[in-house]
Structures are given as structure tokens and as C-alpha cells.
């Protein structure tokens, strides 16, 4: 069996961190014995996610521009030199057959070190509006998977492959341990559950609805699984842990069993994040999709829309949701047979095996450059 060394450099949210995971999961499956490296920001999320799921990573000090303080890109650039500097070391010592960009600031440096050392290089964009760090690398890039049709926009059109976004695999294992998924949250399988996601860094606007929403959904009967983030979480336990009526919840920052949070939920209110999309919709679960305001081209409001207009998801304007979300609730959870045919729309709407297309493009480049040296 060919032992392969793969590079895996990205992160910043979950948005890149999970696909890349799933990426490098896919990887190991196929092929057990490779080594898998990845690098990271430091002081950012990956740096705690990736070892969480059994991998190693190496932080870089790269960090991005600041559009409001353009004084501060001194020290930006800086940081950069520092980082390409360091990843050509890393790549040097490591000498990886392939290396892999999620997006995200330590994907830059790192990729290319790599493009420069000979290695090839795998860009995996999830959006439909590319990112400004897979725009930067495009040029090097021997192939580019995207998510969405019409990437010709952002990279040269013979090096782009449609596979769709890459999902964990312990998500599609643990969708049927419905029971054993909410008895883990401490809540009753006999209830009907609302798995609340903000992204991973949590979304004010989303939790000040669901805030608003508490009565509503203890006067439904429903119970409640809410990922805040960390920024929110100590100011939301402190104002809801008194609040009357409620309803059965687990509230947290951040939700390590995403397994199970999917498992339980019978509706889920989420960012429309590319990533967020994919796993909701590889899943078939109904969702109410909230575009974040904050994000280029408006590309959240964009995927959001290719599944609701679709009969996959409900949409609801970021402005809008303390006003609209309670009435959506009582009318999803009043009329079941509208949840479920969310449910099953969005399941047909799946990019199935997306990990291991990308992994059958990483095989082809390393043989490739084999056959070339």
C-alpha cells in the first residue's frame, strides 16, 4: 500500500476546519498508513479542533488585513514573512506528496511554500463567492474543487472540479441514534428537539430571537439544543437561567458532538454557511436558514436561496428574525408533515461522497507528479 504524506493548512471557522477534517479523514480511510500534517493560525479554533479529532498541526503567526486600521497591516506583513519563512521549513522537513488549502490565513503561506518546492497543490473552496486567500493561490493551484457551478468567475476553468463540499462521515454514522443523541444532552427522546447554530464563532441576531423565542417554544413543548458561541454564552446562561416558562434545553458555546446535535434535532435554525448547507442537507434535516449580513457578495443570503427556493429550508432575512422566527416555529412544529417534506427536499438536494472525489483528485496529482519526475 502506498505510503502517502499529505499537508492540510486552513482553518480560522468551522467552515474550513470541518471540511478539511473530512478531507483528511476520507484520506486515512483510503489510505491508513499516510501521514497527515496540518497547519494552522495560531491562536485560532484549529488549533484546538484538529488534535481534538487525532491529527497533528503546526501553527503559523499569519493573521489577516485590517480594512478599518490600516496602520496595524505593518505588523500583518510582518507576521506574513514570518510565515512563509516557517512554512517552507515545514514543507522542507515534512516532504509532503500533496498539499491540501481549505482557506483561510495559514493556507496561504503554506501553499505556497509547497507550489514553489515542486509539491502539488489542492484547493477546496466551499463557497459560491470564492475566498480572498483561494483567489491568491489559484494561480498555483494544479486543481480547484469547488461546491458551486459558475467558479469561472474566480479561477482559470481547466483546473476547477465540481464535487460539492466535503461532510464528516461520523455525522451520516450517527443520524439514526436519535435516542442516545438527546439522552447525551440530557433531554426526552419523546419531545420534539430545536438544534439552534449560530457558525462557530455564534451570531448575535440568532440568539436574541431565540431568546425572545423561549416562551414560544415551551408553550410548543419543544425542547432545545443552543450552540451560542463563546462570545454570548456567559451573558445567555445569566439572563435565561431564571426566565419563566422555558423550555428543557442544553445551552452551551460550542458543541463537540455534532453527531449527536444533528441525531436529535427534528428542525435546526443556522447561518447559511456553505459548510452548514452541505452537512443539512447530506443529513435531510429541515432547517430555518439565517444569512449572516457580514459576508462577501452576500454569498450566505445566495445559498440560503438555492435551498429554500428548492422547498429545502425556510429563509429569513438576519434584520427579520426576532420578529419572524417565533410564528415560523409554531407553523413548523404545527404542521409536521410541512417539517418532514423540508426535510426530504433538502436531503435531495445532497452532494453525496464529495470527500472521496477530492481524495480521487489528490491520488491523481501525486501520480502525476510521480510520472513527471
Known amino acids: 500500500m502506498s505510503h502517502y504524506k499529505i499537508i492540510v493548512s486552513g482553518g480560522g471557522t468551522g467552515g474550513h476546519i ?14 491508513p498508513d499516510a501521514e497527515v500534517l496540518f497547519v494552522g493560525a495560531e491562536g485560532r479554533m484549529e488549533m ?8 497533528r498541526i503546526i501553527g503559523l503567526p499569519v493573521s489577516g488585513l485590517d480594512r478599518r486600521r490600516l496602520w496595524r497591516n505593518i505588523g500583518v506583513m510582518r507576521r506574513l514573512w514570518i510565515s512563509l519563512y516557517r512554512a517552507r521549513a515545514i514543507v522542507h522537513d515534512f516532504q509532503p506528496d500533496v498539499a491540501v488549502g481549505v482557506g483561510g490565513y495559514a493556507s496561504g503561506p503554506l501553499l505556497r511554500a509547497a507550489a514553489a518546492a515542486g509539491i502539488p497543490t489542492l484547493l477546496q473552496e466551499q463557497n459560491s463567492y470564492a475566498g480572498i486567500t483561494n483567489k491568491w493561490l489559484a494561480k498555483h493551484a494544479a486543481r480547484i474543487c469547488v461546491a458551486y457551478p459558475g467558479m469561472e468567475r474566480f479561477f482559470p476553468a481547466e ?12 455525522l451520516e454514522d450517527a443520524i439514526n441514534c436519535h435516542d442516545e443523541a438527546l439522552k447525551h444532552f440530557g433531554l426526552d427522546p419523546a419531545s420534539k428537539t430545536l438544534l439552534v447554530l449560530g457558525g462557530s464563532l455564534g451570531a448575535r441576531t440568532i440568539n436574541e430571537a431565540v431568546e425572545a423565542c423561549l416562551p414560544t417554544l415551551a408553550d410548543l413543548g419543544v425542547q432545545l439544543i443552543w450552540q451560542t458561541g463563546r462570545s454570548y454564552y456567559d451573558a445567555i446562561r445569566s439572563r435565561v437561567s431564571d426566565l419563566e416558562p422555558q423550555p428543557k434545553r442544553w445551552v452551551g458555546p460550542f458543541i463537540t458532538r455534532m453527531d449527536y446535535a444533528y441525531a436529535a ?24 436558514l439565517v444569512p449572516s449580513p457580514n459576508v462577501a457578495e452576500d454569498h450566505q443570503t445566495k445559498n440560503a436561496r438555492s435551498v429554500a427556493d428548492r422547498g429545502g429550508a425556510v429563509m429569513i432575512a438576519d434584520g427579520e428574525v426576532r ?25 435531495q438536494l445532497a452532494e453525496r461522497h464529495s470527500d472521496e ?14 510520472r513527471l519526475k
Open 265 to 288: 434535532a427534528d428542525l435546526v435554525v443556522s447561518r447559511a454557511g456553505a459548510s452548514s448547507i452541505s452537512e443539512l442537507c447530506l443529513l435531510g434535516k429541515p432547517s430555518i
Open 357 to 370: 472525489r477530492i481524495v480521487d483528485e489528490l491520488v491523481a496529482l501525486i501520480e502525476n507528479n510521480k
Open 159 to 170: 483546473k476547477i472540479v465540481l464535487t460539492g463540499n466535503p461532510v464528516r462521515k461520523d
Open 323 to 347: 420578529q419572524s422566527l417565533p410564528d415560523a416555529l409554531r407553523r413548523l412544529f404545527g404542521d409536521l408533515e410541512q417539517l418532514k417534506m423540508l426535510g426530504v427536499h433538502s436531503g
Open 18 to 31: 470541518f471540511p478539511a477534517i473530512a478531507i483528511a479523514n476520507a484520506f486515512r480511510r483510503r489510505f
Open 48 to 55: 484546538e479542533r484538529i488534535p481534538a479529532a487525532g491529527y
